[in-house]
């Protein structure tokens, strides 16, 4: 694509969060001439838990939620076992970042009284590594913690935890699973690729990055993937997107933001 014809091409923002995350930014984007495209990497299927299995929050100091849906999907099935029930006093909840914890504070079920530790809006990331900050600042660690999450993820938290003395459950509330991109969705993919329009893509995890290279491969679209552009929410993610010749991601291709609509709006306006 020459100069000319690049300047005239659509910006377009390929959204890969879960179904449901993506709509208030897609809306952003396109009212700053953006075209998006709403396409989740990964599916978000909830597990179901016996009830006599089902780790209740009055058993522990603190509840960690690893993600928005951890928390949702954790309230879910305490609904489902025990009906309508008041979070009970005493118990703290902590989340990777303040997105979550006001997701987590509007969720029917949980005390709006109810201490809510996360790392701030100006932290330097909203990851395990930002929240162990938060909660190796206080006083005293809780002594026992429910650490909600999926079936797949990283153990470094909980690690650090126990490392302190810390009784940590693990309990997953959800499975991700790579979305099935069907013709319909491929279509609008394969005529960007036939017009030499590269998107920008959002990638929000590990997984989804995975789940969509192996999308794109599958369907023969790997080589034009390659010569995206890339919006990341971790540094680490860099390692996930495709690299350049000398093995690493190109900063050209690359921006690194938090993981909240408004710093993920402002990598994209940059991209």
């Given at each position: 694509m020459d100069r000319a014809a690049a300047a005239q091409a659509p910006r377009v923002a390929v959204l890969t969060r879960p179904a449901g995350r993506n709509e208030a930014l897609a809306g952003r984007l396109a009212s700053a001439g953006w075209t998006p495209c709403i396409l989740p990497a990964l599916d978000i299927h909830p597990l179901p838990t016996p009830t006599?299995?089902?780790p209740r929050p009055a058993g522990y100091d603190m509840v960690v939620f690893v993600s928005g849906n951890a928390a949702r999907l954790y309230l879910d099935q305490l609904a489902q076992a025990d009906g309508p029930a008041p979070w009970p006093d005493g118990v703290a909840a902590a989340t990777v970042g303040p997105a979550s914890a006001a997701g987590l504070l509007a969720l029917p079920g949980f005390g709006a009284?109810?201490?809510?530790?996360h790392p701030g809006e100006d932290a330097v990331s909203h990851d395990s590594e930002a929240l162990w900050e938060v909660l190796r600042g206080l006083p005293r660690l809780p002594p026992r913690v429910l650490l909600v999450r999926g079936t797949q993820g990283r153990d470094w938290l909980a690690d650090q935890?126990?490392?302190h003395g810390v009784a940590v459950t693990r309990h997953a509330a959800y499975q991700r699973c790579p979305a099935h991109w069907d013709e319909t969705r491929l279509a609008p993919l394969r005529r960007w690729a036939a017009e030499g329009?590269?998107?920008t893509w959002l990638i929000t995890s590990g997984e989804g990055a995975d789940?969509?290279?192996a999308a794109l491969q599958a369907a023969g679209l790997a080589s034009w993937w390659a010569g995206c552009r890339f919006v990341l929410t971790h540094p680490s993610l860099a390692r996930r997107v495709p690299q350049s010749a000398n093995g690493a991601a190109s900063?050209?291709?690359v921006k690194i933001c938090l993981p909240n609509d408004e710093s993920i709006f402002q990598a994209f306006v940059a991209a």
């Open positions: 006599a299995d089902l009284n109810t201490t809510v530790l935890l126990q490392a329009v590269r998107p789940a969509a290279r900063q050209a291709m």
